[in-house]
């Protein structure tokens, strides 16, 4: 299982992924699910991954293929729109692709994986999308600032709570953490290390994926916060009602 979640504010793009791909007694591994495709002063494009890993490789893999052998790539298309259109139609193909190699003993199989498209095109603000299995896909808006794909119900509640699409991106990327952390607490199949993005609407280029893990103090220091904040908040709320 996985974990990812992209917000779109006012002032730019807050982007969290955990790596872990397959949990157990005796196996864990870890990939990395925040890609990013560039042409820096012109445009920026982060794809986010969730579900089956051979088709989200797959993917990611036909994506980087199309830039070197495709009259139309996402790296020349005009909008973010087209590039979400590029990935929904790539994921489509690869699943259908992979079904149809596996039938018979192997059917059953779950192939789907949700990506997020994210980024900025010159002349065009930041945009975010959600790209389903199916191919389609959905833009995320001023009331809807924020998408999830992965084990998302258990960091949905403080994103629902907190942000809006003014939040700063400070403080969105302190949400989207904490949002994280809470998953990261309540379920094993999530894990770190994390990758991390905050980027900042006009910038035009990748300004760099930071790797998250348990020597990073800023982080320890956050979650710390966050479980006392919850306790002493908790302690201070009246008893409003009581066993009979």
Same mark, same amino acid.
């Given at each position: 299982?996985?974990?990812?979640?992209?917000?779109?504010?006012?002032?730019?793009?807050?982007?969290?992924?955990?790596?872990?791909?397959?949990?157990?007694?005796?196996?864990?591994?870890?990939?990395?699910?925040?890609?990013?495709?560039?042409?820096?002063?012109?445009?920026?494009?982060?794809?986010?991954?969730?579900? &089956?890993?051979?088709?989200?490789? %797959?993917?990611?893999? +036909?994506?980087?293929? #199309? *830039? @070197?052998?495709? !009259?139309?790539?996402?790296?020349?298309?005009?909008?973010?729109?087209?590039?979400?259109?590029?990935?929904?139609?790539?994921?489509?193909?690869?699943?259908?692709?992979?079904?149809?190699?596996?039938?018979?003993? &192997?059917?059953?199989?779950?192939? %789907?994986?949700?990506? +997020?498209?994210?980024? #900025? *095109? @010159?002349?065009? !603000?930041?945009?975010?999308?959600?790209?389903?299995?199916?191919?389609?896909?959905?833009?995320?808006?001023?009331?809807?600032?924020?998408?999830?794909?992965?084990?998302?119900?258990?960091?949905?509640?403080?994103?629902?709570?907190?942000?809006?699409? %003014?939040?700063?991106?400070?403080?969105?990327? #302190?949400?989207?953490?904490?949002?994280?952390?809470?998953?990261?607490?309540?379920?094993?199949?999530?894990?770190?290390?994390?990758?991390?993005?905050?980027?900042?609407?006009?910038?035009?280029?990748?300004?760099?994926?930071?790797?998250?893990?348990?020597?990073?103090?800023?982080?320890?220091?956050?979650?710390?916060?966050?479980?006392?904040?919850?306790?002493?908040?908790?302690?201070?709320?009246?008893?409003?009602?009581?066993?009979?």
């Amino acid at each position: 299982m996985t974990y990812c979640v992209a917000l779109k504010v006012r002032d730019g793009l807050v982007l969290t992924s955990d790596s872990r791909t397959n949990a157990g007694v005796d196996h864990i591994a870890s990939f990395r699910k925040l890609h990013v495709l560039e042409i820096p002063g012109e445009r920026v494009i982060f794809i986010q991954s969730a579900g &089956n890993l051979a088709t989200t490789q %797959s993917v990611i893999s +036909l994506l980087q293929h #199309q *830039i @070197k052998s495709s !009259e139309r790539h996402a790296l020349n298309v005009p909008t973010l729109f087209d590039v979400a259109e590029l990935v929904g139609k790539t994921i489509r193909e690869v699943i259908q692709r992979d079904s149809y190699q596996n039938q018979g003993p &192997n059917q059953g199989v779950d192939f %789907s994986c949700n990506m +997020l498209v994210s980024g #900025q *095109i @010159k002349g065009d !603000e930041p945009r975010l999308y959600h790209v389903y299995p199916q191919g389609n896909f959905i833009e995320a808006c001023e009331d809807t600032p924020y998408f999830q794909i992965g084990e998302s119900k258990y960091g949905k509640p403080i994103l629902d709570r907190v942000v809006t699409f %003014s939040t700063g991106l400070d403080k969105a990327l #302190q949400c989207a953490l904490i949002s994280m952390d809470s998953t990261l607490r309540s379920n094993l199949s999530v894990g770190m290390p994390l990758d991390l993005i905050t980027y900042e609407e006009g910038l035009l280029e990748n300004p760099g994926i930071r790797r998250v893990d348990e020597t990073t103090e800023p982080f320890m220091k956050l979650r710390s916060a966050w479980s006392e904040g919850i306790r002493a908040l908790f302690d201070s709320i009246p008893l409003y009602m009581k066993g009979e």
